[in-house]
């Protein structure tokens, strides 16, 4: 192995090189860390999993927002920072937010199905009658 | 003096309730001209649609106005899917599994359709002003309950028919129901008809109550009588012409009336700020006859009061019609 021929000095160099980058990545990640966030979007519900197309995902404080296309996948319009939150949403599914962090450019998120029952009464115009009830 | 008392009645009756005329200072003139122009032939951009309707709006109620209206100028009812609906709940009504694997099924044909083609029914409505606000930054929520209608008067306490929204403005809950705002529904023609009903938008609850009972009572944002159950399948029957003149309606308080023959009755009801009516009748429904009379009519500020002598008895289907348009049902018997 290349390390077992290795003096130590250059040892001693080496540990010094790896302390500087972890310090330097350390304030990186600390400071704003630029990321292309992109990714699709599933539903889950009792039946299956299917790709969501028309999913509102914003920024929380709304700064940004794209939607996801037809295929579910979305490339978020601008790049964002490292503990962004992204807000996943879509009619009949529970909301997510998701923290963005250096590997959010490849993400898979899945939407759980609400458990709201669908229901609906037309309004109608029609006249009551009394007849029926009464024969 | 008694103008006093009336003005002090109405005074606190605003105080208490939320509802449109806390707004009155504020024009919806610009939202509605931008919910009138503004054209998505599908929904799938939602966030892009709510910003465009929001974005020159300055208040929360002028945003929520442009929301709501477009809403109800944009989306019909789904009569197809509604039968569907009311089909399989009544098939499944005794297997919770299967009615839970057809709702899931339901959702997604449901969201499918009203995003592609615009057209849903009340939750669908309901979950689109919700998710159209919480885009807008204002909070909303959705109310499961129980629509009273001409088809429906009794209730399984089990099984709610309607959904409609509450959105908060001020740090104060107002009401509203899209999907009656939206237009007349003739289901058995399987037709629906575009024709926006202000009376739905930011409605005073004591109105509201009388064919709109929430699952949670506190919903129904009365702060105090708030009818049980029993009590609301009880109310009187009304229509959406009442939303669009009535503020309140006083009395009678029940649909089913007992009295005696030659007795007057007495009629009241609270207007909206100026309603103009021309014509006011009662339309007397008994057995195949059918008849119509004018009361005797009394407006003072805006409560208005008919009065009505009963001279024969029967068992009668009493319609109040306003510049001939229905806005409410009673059953009297008269007994000798």
Known sequence: MKTTILTNNV?????????????FFSVQNASAQKVTVKGVVKGKTELNTELLMGVNIYLKDKSAITTSNRKGEFTFPQELNVGDILVFSYLGFIKKEIKVTRNSTNLTVILQEDDNEMLG??????????????? | MQKAIVFLVFFQASLLFSQQSDFSYISFT???IIAKNTKSRRLYELNKLTINLTKDLHTDVEKVRAIFKWICLNVANDFRLYAKNERKREKFK?????????????KTELFSRLLRRKKTICTGYAYLFKEMCSIAGIESKMIYGFGRTADVLEFDPAYPNHTWNAVKLNNKWYLCDATWAAGISLPERKKFTFKY????????????????????????LLKKNIPTFEEFAQLPLIYGGAYKYFKNHNSPSKMYNELKVDT??????ILKDNVEFKDVKLVFIKGIIEFSR???ITKEENIISLNYWF?????????LYLNDEILATYIFNIKP
Not at chain 1, 11 to 23: P, T, W
Not at chain 2, 199 to 215: A, R, S, V
């Open chain 2, 294 to 296: 004018k009361p005797e």
């Open chain 2, 94 to 106: 005794k297997d919770s599994l299967k009615l839970s694997e057809w709702n899931s099924e339901l």
């Open chain 1, 121 to 135: 009464a037309p309004n109608t115009n029609k006249r009551f009658s009394s007849k029926k009830d009464r024969q």
């Open chain 2, 264 to 269: 007057a009755f007495n009629f009241k009801y």
């Open chain 2, 311 to 319: 001279r024969k008895t029967g068992y009668y289907d009493v319609h």
């Open chain 2, 30 to 32: 610009k939202a509605d």
């Open chain 1, 11 to 23: 040892k001693r160099n080496y540990l010094l090189v790896s302390f500087i980058f972890a310090i």
């Open chain 2, 197 to 220: 009903n202000d009376g739905y938008f930011l409605t005073d609850p004591e109105l509201f109550i009388n064919n709109h009972y929430p699952i949670y009572p506190e919903d129904a």
